[in-house]
């Protein structure tokens, strides 16, 4: 039996006897959708406008009286898939007969009429799919739709200034790069030995959860690279709403480059604060934190040791003992420091020496921030230490909708599926941030939002009159589906 005969399944199928009474499964129910959870985010698309405007991006070259699916309608089913956690344009020749996603995406389903059929693999390949060595998809005979990079990347930063009701006194933009692992024969793939594959090395822009910039770029170039371009590219589009606000750029040692940390140094209200590598002169102008870190852990230490030999007899392995209940002692320090070649000036550099029994743990980071508005320890601990919440962003990204799935042939290609995963997470983020802030989804990442939000069983049932979307009255997150059901009917978005 083939999965594509129809005709071989059986009527029923009988599972188990559980005290004389059979189990019966078999597929003559009404039409049944897994996926009932997918007209909240069509309606927060709607009261965005957040696919609608991606259409304006684009420019389609099609012979408007022979086609069936618009620009716009192929948008919205290739994002809301990604966020019902279909990524594969082959997902979509199933899904092109669900009617929840007919009806997410504004088509009319009428009783007695056959269900409107969705796009296809094909149809949708044709939207993202750039073919090589054509200037123009209106000189070429089969891919006949045309982005403009330049207007999604612009969207990004307007979905992101919308997000905020006044302006804020002050923002921290975090870059950072991950890699995109590929397995096929891909433009601009190289390998990488850090990351010990071929791969992208994309570039990533976020504002705390918020996504302003994603830039796909080949790994075998330098971490730092198009980085101050990006960065000049947000800012300047930031300031061009929010004049007065404050721009702090957060990065790893990757991006504490003359030409980046200069150009902040430069600007009105533009610091920095990058991790900085570790060199043989930086080590030795930490030589006083060291010691004073041993000092106060051998302080720390005595008291304990003493106190195991009261108890066992004693023993070399008394200090061993005693060290494995010691914590060990953390110093911050600042220093004035100027590399011999690469940097221009002097600037300031925090030092922080962790020693304990096992090692001695040293990290350094440079910034703008003068010793005044910041002391040493809260700038490392408070400012820098919380640059690592980006890595949840990465990971919502790559394992819940699927940014690394670039795996069409040409590069422009990969970048708009890129973008196409930067938009569902921005609509899921939207999601998160404005619909959940109350809920016990507050901080739930996008994969756990969907499971249990979105990914909801439901009987449709179509009538004259109307269409019943009928939901598992023991639907553990009902509470929640009708508070953002709420929500989302009044008139505005909330703050």
């Not at 599972?15 to 597929?27: A, H, L």
């Not at 309608?73 to 092109?96: A, F, T, V």
């Amino acid at each position: 039996m083939t999965p594509n005969n129809i005709d071989c399944i059986p009527g029923q199928l009988k599972v188990k006897q559980v005290k004389s009474r059979p189990i019966v499964v078999n597929f003559h129910s009404e039409t049944v959708t897994s996926d009932a959870g997918v007209s909240l985010i069509a309606e927060l698309d709607r009261k965005r406008k957040i696919t609608s405007r991606l259409t304006e991006c684009f420019k389609d070259y099609r012979d408007a009286n022979r086609i069936d699916h618009s620009v716009k309608s192929l948008i919205g089913q290739r994002i809301y898939g990604l966020i019902m956690g279909y990524e594969d344009l082959n997902d979509h020749d199933e899904l092109r007969h669900d009617p929840m996603f007919v009806l997410a995406l504004g088509q009319i389903i009428d009783s007695g009429k056959e269900l409107p059929i969705l796009a296809g693999k094909s149809t949708l390949n044709r939207l993202e799919h750039c073919p090589e060595n054509v200037s123009s998809k209106a000189n070429s005979r089969y891919h006949r739709i045309e982005h403009d990079g330049e207007a999604i990347e612009k969207l990004l930063v307007e979905i992101f200034l919308e997000s905020y009701s006044k302006p804020p006194q002050q923002i921290i933009l975090d870059l950072d790069v991950t890699d995109d692992l590929v397995h096929g024969n891909q433009e601009e793939a190289f390998f990488n030995p850090y990351y010990g594959g071929y791969c992208y090395a994309p570039l990533y822009i976020f504002c705390g959860q918020h996504l302003l910039a994603a830039k796909l770029r080949s790994s075998n170039v330098d971490p730092a690279s198009g980085a101050l371009s990006e960065l000049q590219r947000v800012i300047e589009k930031i300031r061009s709403c929010w004049v007065n606000v404050k721009i702090l750029v957060r990065g790893d040692s990757a991006y504490s480059r003359e030409d980046i940390m200069s150009w902040c140094e430069s600007q009105i209200g533009v610091d920095y604060v990058f991790g900085l590598a570790q060199n043989s002169r930086l080590l030795q102008l930490s030589q006083s934190i060291k010691y004073r870190a041993f000092k106060e852990y051998s302080q720390k230490l005595q008291p304990a040791v003493e106190f195991f030999e009261t108890l066992f007899t004693p023993s070399s392995d008394l200090k061993k003992q005693a060290a494995a209940v010691v914590n060990s002692s953390i110093w911050y320090s600042s220093l004035d420091y100027k590399t011999l070649d690469s940097w221009s000036r002097n600037r300031r550099v925090v030092a922080k020496v962790e020693y304990s029994s096992e090692r001695i743990n040293t990290r350094f980071v440079v910034t703008s921030l003068s010793t005044k508005k910041v002391p040493p320890g809260k700038l490392y601990t408070q400012i820098y230490c919380p640059r690592g919440n980006m890595e949840n962003c990465f990971k919502e990204q790559k394992l819940e909708l699927k940014s690394d799935r670039t795996s069409t042939h040409t590069f422009a290609g990969n970048q708009l599926r890129l973008w196409f995963s930067a938009i569902a997470y921005v609509l899921m983020n939207a999601l998160r941030k404005q619909y959940l802030a109350t809920t016990k989804l507050k901080n739930a990442t996008v994969g756990t939002i969907r499971t249990k939000l979105l990914k909801l069983g439901a009987i449709i049932t179509v009538s004259s009159r109307k269409v019943l979307i009928s939901i598992s009255s023991t639907c553990p997150y009902k509470e929640i589906f009708v508070l953002v059901y709420n929500y989302l009917s009044r008139s505005s978005c909330p703050g």
